[in-house]
C-alpha cells in the first residue's frame, strides 16, 4: 500500500471510530431516564449504542450508588493488534499453563502510556475529540513498525520500546495530556517511565528460563497495527479483588446476592473477617448490587475483565502488507532464523508438550473428600449413637456403616470418616484422573481415616484398587496444633484397615513414627516435619515415571509443595489465612524438570469439582406446619 493511501485510510478509520455520540443521549431522555444517569449509563458501557446503555440502566435499577456523581477512570494505552497480537496472546496462554498466573496475566498486552485520571461522564466526548485531534497531528509522525527489545530479570519479562519511537509516542501521550486538560477539563499524568510492554511480572524466580525461552518465540518485527486506546474502570473497585461467577445462585435470604453465570464480583477482602466460611460479601458489576455470595460458586477473575473499551485511534501500515520475506520469517533473540507459521509452531509445541508429559515426574497433593463433621458439625457424633452406642445413619450422608477398631466406635469422633458424598467425590476424581489417562505410580496416605478412605475410592476410580497399595504415612498427618481434642487422634491400626478391605501397604516403613507426632507442635516444628517428610517420599521414588499421589489435608497442599520448588517458609498468619480457603479434593501439582533438576508448579491434570450445599428438610415442619 503506498503511503498516502495508508495515511487516508488510517484517517477515514479513525473518522468513523471516533464520530460524536451526543446523539445517543436524546433517546435515553425521551425514555424517562434522568439526564445524569443517563451520562453515567454511556459511560460505563464506553458509548457504544443506545441499546447498550439501556441494558444497563435496566440492570442497574437498584443500584444504590445509581444517583452518585462519582465518575469513571480512565487510561490510555498504546496497543498491538493482527499477528504481533496473536502471538502475546499465545505467549499469555502458555505461560499460565507451564508456570502457573503470574501479574501480567491480570491484564492484556499493551504499553501505559498515562496514569488512570478521571474524567466527568457529561465530557467524555471531549475526551475521545482530545484523542482524535492529537491522533491526526502524530499519524504520520508514529512509525509503522515500533521496535521492541527482549529484556528479563528475576521477576520481570518483556520488551522495552527502543529510544527513537519512544521518545515520539511519549510526545503523543504528553500532547493527548494538553488537548484531554483544554477539552475535557482532565488532568492526565503522562507515563514517565521507560515505555514497555509487559509479558511476566512477580512470577517465581525458577521459572524465569522457561518463560525466557517460551518469549523468544514472539518475533517483535511481526506485522502489527498499534492503536491509542482509551479504556475505563470504576474506581471505587480499583483495590477489590474481582470474581467471576461460575454457576447461577438464587437469593435464599434478604441479603444475599443473585448471580448470574459470567457476573463479575467485587470482594473487599478486609471486609471478610466477620463473615461465615464459605460465603464472601461482594458487588456486582452487571447490577452493581451488594450481598452474601457462595464463594465456592466462583472463580479469580482479572480486573482487567471489568473494564471498558472506549475509543482508539489506529497508527502504522494496515494489516497483512509487509514484505514477504518480513512476515515469513523472522530473527530469534539467538540469532537464527525460524519459520513462523502458526501451523508449524502450534504441531512442534504439541509434540514438545506430549514427550514431556510422558517422561516428567509429578506430584499430586490432594486435600480428602467431605467428612462427616464438616457436613454436620461437631455434635455428629451423638447424632448417630443409640442409647446403647451402637452406630446409626441419622442421615443420608451419613456413611452405611463404620470399620470396626478395637479401641471402640469413640474414637471416631476425633477421627471421623468421610461422608457418601466424599465417597462419591474421590471416586469422580480417580475417574477424572484415568480419563486424563495420567498414570499413578505410588500413593501416600495421611493416617487420618477420611484421607485412607480418600485414597482407596481414588483408586477405585482409578480401576487400581487391587494394583496399588496405599502407604500410610504419619508425617502426612496435618498440623497437630488444629486439633480439637489437644492430642493425637487414635488412628486405625494397618490390621484394622486391612480387615476393612482398605488396601493399605503392611510392609511400608514410615519416615515418621507414629509416636513422634507431639501434640500442639509448633509452626515451625511442622513444616520442618513436612519437608523431612516430602523430600523423602521424592527421592525414595526417584527412578519412578508418573505421578506420585499424597491424600492428606488442606494444610499439606502449601506445606509439601513449598520444599519440593525451594520455596522459602510462608508466615503461619498467611499459611492459616490459605489454608482456609481449600476445599475437599482441593489440589495441586507439581512438575518435575528432571534436566534443571527442579520443579514447577502447573494447572493439575483435571478441573476442580465445586458444588453447591443441600441443606436438611424436615417435611412435617415445612409442608405441614407452614
Not at 71 to 79: D, G, K, S, T, V
Not at 130 to 141: C, M, V
Not at 153 to 164: A, C, E, K, Q
Not at 460 to 465: A, N, R, T
Amino acid at each position: 500500500m503506498a503511503e498516502a493511501e495508508t495515511q487516508l485510510y488510517a484517517r477515514v478509520m479513525n473518522k468513523v471510530k471516533n464520530r460524536s455520540t451526543r446523539s445517543f443521549l436524546d433517546p435515553l431522555l425521551s425514555l424517562g431516564f434522568p439526564a445524569h444517569t443517563a451520562q453515567k449509563a454511556l459511560a460505563a458501557t464506553g458509548q457504544k449504542t443506545v441499546e447498550e446503555a439501556t441494558k444497563w440502566l435496566h440492570s442497574h435499577c437498584n443500584d444504590p450508588s445509581l444517583d452518585d456523581p462519582i465518575p469513571q477512570e480512565y487510561a490510555l494505552y498504546m496497543c498491538p493488534s493482527g499477528p504481533l497480537n496473536d502471538k502475546f496472546q499465545e505467549f499469555w496462554k502458555e505461560s499460565r499453563k507451564q508456570c502457573g498466573k503470574n501479574k501480567a496475566h491480570e491484564n492484556f498486552p499493551h504499553i501505559t502510556l498515562s496514569d488512570f485520571f478521571t474524567c466527568e461522564d457529561q465530557k467524555v466526548d471531549c475526551l475521545y475529540e482530545a484523542l482524535k485531534r492529537t491522533g491526526d497531528r502524530f499519524l504520520n509522525r508514529i512509525p509503522s513498525i515500533i521496535y521492541l527489545s527482549l529484556h528479563s530479570s528475576t521477576s520481570y519479562l518483556g520488551f522495552f520500546v527502543n529510544d527513537s519511537p519512544a521518545s515520539i509516542i511519549k510526545e503523543f501521550a504528553a500532547a493527548f495530556a494538553s488537548e484531554a486538560s483544554a477539552l475535557a477539563d482532565c488532568h492526565v499524568k503522562p507515563s514517565t517511565k521507560q515505555l514497555h510492554l509487559t509479558l511476566a511480572h512477580k512470577f517465581y524466580p525458577h521459572h524465569q528460563k522457561t518463560l525466557e525461552q517460551l518469549a523468544k518465540g514472539i518475533n517483535p518485527r511481526q506485522n502489527c497495527q498499534w492503536t491509542a486506546t482509551l479504556y475505563s474502570r470504576d474506581m471505587r473497585f480499583v483495590h477489590y479483588q474481582t470474581l467471576r461467577a461460575l454457576f447461577q445462585y438464587k437469593p435464599q435470604n434478604i441479603d444475599e446476592l443473585m448471580l448470574n453465570a459470567g457476573d463479575l464480583i467485587y470482594v473487599d477482602r478486609s471486609q471478610q473477617i466477620d463473615i461465615s466460611d464459605g460465603w464472601v460479601i461482594g458487588t456486582s458489576h452487571r447490577t452493581g448490587c451488594r450481598g452474601f455470595l457462595p464463594e465456592n460458586y466462583t472463580e479469580k477473575a482479572d480486573e482487567s475483565d471489568t473494564w471498558v473499551k472506549h475509543r482508539e485511534y489506529v497508527f502504522g501500515q494496515r494489516l497483512g502488507q509487509l514484505p514477504k520475506n518480513e512476515s515469513e520469517l523472522c530473527a530469534g533473540q539467538n540469532g537464527e532464523v525460524h519459520n513462523t507459521s502458526a501451523k508449524n509452531v502450534t504441531k512442534m509445541l504439541a509434540l514438545q508438550l506430549s514427550q514431556n508429559i510422558a517422561v516428567r515426574r509429578g506430584l499430586l497433593v490432594m486435600r480428602h473428600g467431605e467428612r462427616v463433621d464438616q457436613v454436620f458439625g461437631k455434635s455428629w457424633f451423638q447424632q448417630c449413637l443409640t442409647a446403647d452406642g451402637k452406630y446409626q445413619r441419622a442421615d443420608l450422608n451419613f456413611p452405611a456403616t463404620l470399620p470396626k477398631r478395637k479401641d471402640g466406635i469413640k474414637n471416631y469422633e476425633y477421627d471421623p470418616p468421610v461422608s457418601c458424598c466424599g465417597i462419591f467425590q474421590s471416586r469422580l476424581i480417580g475417574e477424572a484422573l484415568l480419563e486424563k489417562e495420567v498414570m499413578v505410580s505410588c500413593v501416600y496416605s495421611s493416617p487420618a481415616l477420611r484421607c485412607i478412605q480418600t485414597a482407596q475410592h481414588v483408586l477405585e476410580g482409578l480401576k487400581l484398587e487391587q494394583k496399588m497399595k496405599i502407604q500410610v504415612e504419619p508425617g502426612l498427618f496435618e498440623w497437630t496444633k488444629w486439633e480439637a481434642n489437644k492430642v493425637i487422634p487414635s488412628f486405625m491400626t494397618l490390621a484394622e484397615l486391612t480387615e476393612a478391605t482398605y488396601n493399605v501397604d503392611t510392609s511400608y516403613r514410615c519416615s515418621v513414627p507414629l509416636s513422634s507426632l507431639v501434640p500442639s507442635e509448633s509452626y515451625e516444628d511442622y513444616v520442618s516435619r513436612c519437608s523431612a517428610v516430602i523430600t523423602q517420599i521424592v527421592s525414595s521414588s526417584a527412578s519412578d515415571v508418573g505421578t506420585i499421589l499424597i491424600v492428606a489435608h488442606g494444610s499439606s497442599l502449601d506445606a509439601f509443595t513449598r520444599p519440593v520448588l525451594r520455596l522459602p517458609v510462608r508466615e503461619s498468619s498467611d499459611f492459616a489465612h490459605l489454608v482456609r480457603k481449600i476445599p475437599s479434593l482441593g489440589m495441586c501439582f507439581c512438575e518435575e524438570l528432571k534436566e534443571e533438576k527442579r520443579w514447577q508448579l502447573i494447572n493439575p491434570p483435571i478441573k476442580t469439582l465445586t458444588h453447591g450445599s443441600n441443606a436438611a428438610f424436615n417435611w412435617r415442619h415445612i409442608i405441614l406446619e407452614s
